[in-house]
Nanobody, 122 residues
Framework: QVQLVESGGGLVQAGGSLRVSCTLS????????MGWFRQAPGKEREFLGR????????YYADSVKGRFTISRDNPKNTVYLQMNSLRPEDTANYYC???????????????WGQGTQVTVSS
């Protein structure tokens, strides 16, 4: 059974930082590009960034570039999303996902976490 389990969301003040983690079980972690998405109420799911299977290459959406960093620890089957300089508009449910492809398209991600809520207060 494939599972992506996220942790680390919560409430933070504007300007603060938060790190979200996501652990994959049931599949070979190093076979997958890992991506992060978010979805705010009433809005479409937004691609944030992805990291290659080795962790050597990352790609970010313009909306988070320079503020968010994606990393992975392959022996721990875990990917991280480090969020700095958080803004109230970053408030959303954050999802990790696994894909065979280096893609920004949500439909090309095979497995998804359950989501973790991040709330940024002003």
């Amino acid at each position: 059974q494939v599972q992506l389990v996220e942790s680390g969301g919560g409430l933070v003040q504007a300007g603060g930082s938060l790190r979200v983690s996501c652990t994959l079980s049931g599949r070979t972690f190093t076979s997958y590009v890992m991506g992060w998405f978010r979805q705010a109420p009433g809005k479409e799911r937004e691609f944030l960034g992805r990291i290659s299977t080795s962790g050597g290459t990352t790609y970010y959406a313009d909306s988070v570039k320079g503020r968010f960093t994606i990393s992975r620890d392959n022996p721990k089957n875990t990917v991280y999303l480090q969020m700095n300089s958080l803004r109230p508009e970053d408030t959303a449910n954050y999802y990790c996902a696994a894909s065979r492809f280096s893609t920004i398209v949500a439909s090309q991600y095979l497995y998804w976490g359950q989501g973790t809520q991040v709330t940024v207060s002003s």
